[in-house]
């Protein structure tokens, strides 16, 4: 099927966080408004480009067993949330860049302005 585009098209996949809907209290609220701002840019541009065919969307993970609890100073943090988490365990980065590789093809050429959370359902 051919669509009708202003320009030559393109798909942009922000990395932001479930800690911008969260706020991240007494942890990272400063990581937490970072990507709140991440998220406010991916709705604005996604309505600006869209006629030129280009797609913007976000995946906002959280509770991902990768080094960034290590080095915030907190090296087991998803251990010690696991059982706040609804399918009781932390998420890994190839479930994360599954979302994203499925954001940037044509399988989600209807999605624009859209947010994937993976985050074990919280």
């Known amino acids: 099927m051919a669509f009708s585009r202003g320009g030559n098209g393109g798909v942009i996949v ?4 479930l800690a911008s809907k969260l706020g991240a209290p ?4 400063d990581y937490a408004s970072s990507k709140g701002a991440l998220d406010t840019f991916t709705i604005g541009l996604s309505k600006e480009v869209a006629t030129e065919g280009i797609r913007v969307n976000a ?4 509770f991902i067993y990768t080094d960034i609890h ?3 100073g907190e090296p087991d943090r998803i251990e010690r ?3 706040s988490i609804p399918l009781r365990r932390g ?3 190839k479930e994360v860049a599954e979302a994203i590789l499925w954001l940037a093809s044509d399988e989600s050429s209807y999605c624009t302005g859209t947010f ?3 985050s074990g359902g919280r």
């Open 70 to 72: 290590k080095t915030g």
């Open 81 to 83: 949330i696991k059982n």
């Open 59 to 62: 995946v906002r993970p959280a």
């Open 26 to 29: 007494d942890e990272y609220i």
């Open 116 to 118: 994937i959370d993976v």
């Open 91 to 93: 998420g890994l980065a």
């Open 14 to 17: 922000n990395v932001s966080s």
